[in-house]
């Protein structure tokens, strides 16, 4: 007999003994709570609010028909803690929590102002939490953003989680985990950030509104529209993306970027960190306000893939800036220092946040066109 052979035997009984151990300790639908989504607030009291969107194993049609309408629903509770709330959520309950299926985590703007120390802690620490769950952040409470019906989507929670890769993806916003978080906020010098959600008056459903950064746990500036833009940029986090620029040759372009390639590194110059930034993208030419059909000249083409870099350059720049008024690395340019300047990183780390201020970012961007659609007039 061949050892490939001896070797499938052998795997199988393995494969078996795991399979069967793996239902051991699973349990039954109908015996516990299945958390799609937890958010977290603080009150007056200086406690914690928390909230958690479940998901109604319950609600289906009759007649074996395929179940209709939002199945999760909404309860809360409240403690001094995270902790806290959570054990008395639970002491309430028929049921044991599951949180194997969570889809978010959602952080009130007043936790995030006032520090996060003691829940991420509770996201390293506790048996219940996953380093793959996605974090945001509420613009006003968590509770609100749970509240969303996402348009009356079965699971909303699952529709929020798919939002927040979209838009990172487009360019206008992130998507982030716990694990990440958790990695950011332990190294020496990067500092975490975490996608800002909105939701409208009717909780019908949510907006991507940038993203927060923070100077260790707390939160210090949200990045509007173009700061969030170049921060993915920087970040190597876009796919994808369309922008508008005004010329006065051109007037209003509408331009799509997409095959992104971003390098970075950082030097030393003149006793200052410059963190170079290089940006390769391939453009598509949606509109041309002023007077342009299909056809374009080459000295135009140059121009206008000029000017699209410097809007992306200027972007970045001023991503770059707002995280440094925001004494924020979120950018991880530390990072880059020690794997690049090694020497120079034992000098500065452990005073990085005065280094990080002083230094500066020199963003490179090179455009080519692709494509110019068939009709560039506004």
Aim: net charge negative.
């Amino acid at each position: 007999m061949s050892l490939y052979k001896i070797f499938k035997l052998l795997c199988i009984p393995i494969i078996i003994v795991m399979l069967f151990s793996g239902c051991k300790d699973s349990n039954n639908l109908k015996d516990i709570i299945i958390v799609e989504g937890m958010g977290i607030d603080s009150n007056e009291q200086g406690g914690t609010n928390l909230s958690i969107r479940m998901l109604n194993v319950a609600k289906s049609a009759s007649n074996g028909e395929a179940p209709s309408g939002i199945m999760t629903q909404k309860i809360t509770d409240k403690g001094e803690s995270l902790v806290e709330a959570i054990s008395f959520m639970s002491k309430k309950l028929s049921k044991d929590l599951f949180f194997g299926q969570t889809k978010i985590v959602v952080i009130g703007k007043s936790v995030a102002e006032a520090g996060m120390d003691e829940h991420l802690d509770y996201f390293l620490r506790s048996t219940d939490t996953r380093s793959d769950v996605a974090l945001c952040l509420s613009d006003t409470t968590a509770s609100k953003i749970l509240d969303s019906k996402e348009h009356e989507s079965r699971v909303p929670c699952e529709n929020i989680l798919y939002l927040l890769q979209n838009s990172e993806a487009a360019g206008f916003s992130a998507y982030i985990t716990t694990g990440q978080v958790l990695n950011l906020y332990n190294d020496k010098t990067s500092d975490i950030y975490i996608p800002v959600l909105k939701g409208d008056k009717n909780n019908e459903g949510v907006t991507a509104e940038g993203i927060a950064v923070f100077s260790n746990d707390k939160m210090t500036a949200v990045l509007n529209d173009e700061e969030t833009n170049g921060f993915l940029l920087i970040a190597d986090k876009v796919h994808n993306f369309k922008m508008k620029f005004e010329d006065e040759r051109f007037g209003k372009v509408g331009v799509e970027f997409f095959d992104i390639k971003v390098k970075n590194h950082a030097t030393v110059e003149n006793s200052q960190i410059v963190f170079k930034s290089y940006i390769y993208a391939d453009m598509i030419i949606d509109e041309i306000e002023n007077d342009y059909q299909t056809s374009i000249s080459i000295d135009e083409s140059i121009l206008l893939c000029q000017l699209a870099g410097r809007q992306l350059e200027k972007n970045c720049k001023a991503a770059f800036s707002a995280c440094q008024n925001a004494g924020s690395d979120s950018l991880r340019v530390g990072e880059y220092v020690a794997r690049d300047l090694p020497q120079s990183y034992e000098k500065c780390s452990d005073n990085w946040k005065d280094y990080f201020k002083s230094s500066k970012i020199e963003p490179k961007a090179e455009v080519s066109i692709k494509k110019i659609t068939e009709s560039t007039k506004n």
